[in-house]
């Protein structure tokens, strides 16, 4: 079994700053793409960024130069800094990751719990 845990959600004014984390846990064999997707009440999850093993990244235009993604593989981390918030980025922020485990060598899709992102303007 393999688990994705998001933290750095929070209530952040427009114009405001912050970090979201998520670290991947269990029988892990390799990683490929990992990415951040949101969820905004009534809206369909959509795609904010991701990033490959090979570090690659794209951003979701409304995204684009105010958000970076980055991870770490030698710990399984993938982080998404959010700069210049503002409130249509209000929704629940979700870690996504394709994982193959040590039993199983195939890639499959992970999703995190989620965490809560609120922009006040």
């Known amino acids: 079994q393999v688990h994705l845990v998001e933290s750095g959600g929070g209530l952040v004014q427009a114009g405001g700053s912050l970090r979201l984390s998520c670290a991947a846990s269990?029988?892990?064999?390799?990683?490929?793409?990992m990415g951040w997707y949101r969820q905004a009440p009534g809206k369909q999850r959509e795609l904010v960024a991701h990033?490959?093993?090979?570090?690659?990244?794209t951003y979701a235009d409304s995204v684009k130069g105010r958000f970076t993604i980055s991870r770490d593989n030698a710990r399984n981390t993938v982080s998404l800094k959010m700069n210049g918030l503002k409130p249509e980025d209000t929704g629940t922020y979700y870690c996504n990751a394709a994982i193959a485990t040590i039993l199983d060598r195939r890639y499959l899709e992970v999703w995190g719990q989620g965490t809560l992102v609120t922009v006040s303007s």
């Open positions: 269990g029988t892990i064999f390799s990683i490929g793409t």
């Open positions: 990033i490959t093993s090979y570090a690659k990244t």
